[in-house]
Structures are given as C-alpha cells and as structure tokens.
C-alpha cells in the first residue's frame, strides 16, 4: 500500500500565454529549468507517451507517462504508466500581460515509510527544489520573450 503526496506550486511569469504554454509543453526542454529532471524523450510512434529520467544526488528513477489531458494555453494533465508512480498536472491562466503557471504534482511513497520521509525531509525537498524550478521557468520564460522580441 503506498501513500501519495502532493505538492503545488506557481509562478507568475511578464509573457504572454502563446509564449508560457509553448515553451512548457515541449516536455524535451523540462531539463533546462527543472533541476531533477535529468531527459525527457517523447517516442515517434507514440507522441501522448513520454519517457522521463529523474536523477537527484545519484538516486535515479525513470518511468513513462501518458497525457491524458491537453487544453491548449489552459492544462497538460499527466498519469504515469510504468515506473516511478505519479500523476499531475499543469495549468495556464492568462492575466493578458502575464501568465500564471501552476504546477501540482503527486507521487506514490510506499506506506509508512512515505509518512516518516514527507516529515522528516522529502515534502519540504521536493517543495523548494519545485518551487526553485518554477521560478528557473520564469527566467527561461522571460528570454525567451526577450530573444523573440529582437
């Protein structure tokens, strides 16, 4: 039996939606601000599956996830399929001269032991290194604009 934990987070980026959520949903470039995550490979046959590599201090794990859900410039909703388990999503809200982005994430820590880790330190590592990433987004995010612009 395993235990979920949860965590939310969000950035507030000065670009326009168009920019924020195509800059996102090409899930290959998540390593360029998320700091964990080490590839992201979309299989040719099999655009809705992704294969993802997490390497955080010599701990790796890789799994596939399958999208299930996608809403242009609103929401990337995803679920695992094999591997590490977790499910998320990340949502889009336009605020005309900037975009909110927020980011929610879940992932299965095996019974009691998820308990003591989510205590201890796992929530509150996993929180920071998240909420770091989102904000390495924004910067990303904000040259990107920058170069489109010149």
Known sequence: MADW????????VEAPIELVWSLWSDLEQMPRW????????????????????????????????RILKVVPNQIIQWESVDGLPNRGAVRFYD???????KLTIAYAIPG???????????????ES???????????????????ASQ
């Open 5 to 12: 934990l949860e965590h939310s987070v969000q950035v507030e």
């Open 34 to 65: 998320m700091k964990w995550i080490d590839s992201v490979k979309i299989p040719e046959d099999t655009p809705e599956i992704s294969i993802w590599k997490l390497d955080t201090r010599g701990l790796e794990f890789t799994w596939k996830s």
């Open 95 to 101: 605020r005309h001269s900037s975009s909110i982005v």
């Open 112 to 126: 009691i032991l998820g308990k003591i880790m989510d205590n201890l330190f796992l929530g509150r590592a996993v």
């Open 129 to 147: 290194t998240l909420k770091a990433d989102m904000e390495k987004f924004r910067e990303y995010a904000l040259e990107a604009k920058s170069n």
